[in-house]
């Protein structure tokens, strides 16, 4: 059985950076799909990013150009490196297994001065 386990998020300062990671169990990982979605307070949840098997990337446009989605198959865990936050970012990001819509639990990501 698949599990997902999100880290990394937390408070952060408007301009800084954050680093989650989301670790699979299991025994299959690198053939699928794996993406972050997000949720802000009275919103929809948003797709944030997501990575194929091959190692394509797609982004929301409001992220383009300050995260980067990656993955290690061998680690089974894939990341997602936030750089210059904005407030507008706060949000639970979730780690998504795209193939099979299998979803984590959530990690909470502030970002405030």
């Known amino acids: 059985q698949v599990q997902l386990v999100e880290s990394g998020g937390g408070l952060v300062q408007p301009g800084g950076s954050l680093r989650l990671s989301c670790a699979a169990s299991?025994?299959?990982?690198?053939?699928?799909?794996m993406g972050w979605y997000r949720q802000a307070p009275g919103k929809q949840r948003e797709l944030v990013a997501y990575?194929?098997?091959?190692?394509?990337?797609n982004y929301a446009d409001s992220v383009k150009g300050r995260f980067t989605i990656s993955r290690d198959n061998a680690k089974k865990t894939v990341y997602l490196q936030m750089n210059s936050l904005k407030p507008e970012d706060t949000a639970v990001y979730y780690c998504?297994?795209?193939?099979?819509?299998?979803w984590g639990q959530g990690t909470q990501v502030t970002v405030s001065s």
């Open positions: 998504i297994i795209v193939t099979i819509d299998y």
């Open positions: 990575i194929t098997s091959g190692g394509s990337t």
């Open positions: 299991g025994s299959i990982f690198s053939p699928y799909t």
